[in-house]
């Protein structure tokens, strides 16, 4: 079973940046597409990018498109989100997860980490 674990959470103002890194214990990892998703407080868990594993195509969300930039480290087994000119809307738990093909759907991810808190202050 694979197991995914995020890093790099934490708190910042409105504006900042950080980049979270997702490290998956697959042994065929190039396999797989690899998402990003978040759960904010009392909301439902929403898409936020993905990257797929043929030729590393990326998709986001709206809400994200043109801010965030998500990318894969096949030697290292790791996908990150480069998170920029955050806000406090995207104050969430953040997880990735890992799919056989190219979804933005939640119940086609097979694989899901933890989780690592980002909160946006104003």
């Known amino acids: 079973q694979e197991q995914l674990v995020e890093s790099g959470g934490g708190l910042v103002q409105a504006g900042g940046s950080l980049r979270l890194s997702c490290a998956s214990s697959?042994?065929?990892?190039?396999?797989?597409?690899m998402g990003w998703f978040r759960q904010a407080p009392g909301k439902e868990r929403e898409f936020v990018a993905f990257?797929?594993?043929?030729?590393?195509?990326?998709h986001y969300a709206d809400s994200v498109n043109g801010r965030f930039t998500i990318s894969r480290d096949n030697a290292k087994n790791t996908v990150y989100l480069q998170m920029t000119n955050l806000k406090p809307e995207d104050t969430a738990i953040y997880y990735c997860?890992?799919?056989?093909?190219?979804?933005?759907?939640?119940?086609?991810?097979?694989?899901w980490g933890q989780g690592t808190q980002v909160t946006v202050s104003a």
């Open positions: 990257i797929t594993n043929s030729n590393g195509a990326t």
């Open positions: 997860a890992s799919a056989a093909h190219q979804t933005r759907s939640l119940s086609e991810y097979r694989s």
């Open positions: 697959a042994r065929a990892f190039t396999n797989y597409v």
